[in-house]
């Protein structure tokens, strides 16, 4: 099993920059795809992006590609989320989550972290 403690977030002004971190227990991490995932009030929980067991792929939803960069070091078991260029309507909890599977679908991820606040004022 895999759990999943995300770190990061906070209060940021438009355009203005966050790295979120996804710290993960247990030896089996290198074993999984990581992904995020946004959820807004209202909303339902959209893709923003994953990387593969090895980190040698990535994948973006279109909305940040250019802006939000992802990245893992295994060794410390820890996922990494760049954001820069913050958009107000972007402002949300953010939710790692690890599956054997690197995918934009939130039902091929077996393990949740509880999710970091990020709010973008305008």
């Known amino acids: 099993q895999v759990q999943l403690v995300e770190s990061g977030g906070g209060l940021v002004q438009a355009g203005g920059s966050l790295r979120l971190s996804c710290a993960a227990s247990?030896?089996?991490?290198?074993?999984?795809?990581i992904g995020w995932f946004r959820q807004a009030p209202g909303k339902e929980r959209e893709f923003v992006s994953a990387i593969s067991r090895s980190g040698g792929f990535t994948d973006y939803a279109e909305s940040v590609k250019g802006r939000f960069t992802i990245s893992r070091d295994n060794a410390k078991n820890t996922v990494y989320l760049q954001m820069n260029g913050l958009k107000p309507e972007e402002t949300a909890v953010y939710f790692c989550?690890?599956?054997?599977?690197?995918?934009?679908?939130?039902?091929?991820?077996?393990?949740w972290g509880q999710g970091t606040q990020v709010t973008v004022s305008s």
């Open positions: 247990g030896r089996t991490f290198s074993t999984y795809a």
């Open positions: 989550a690890a599956g054997r599977l690197m995918t934009e679908r939130p039902w091929d991820y077996e393990y």
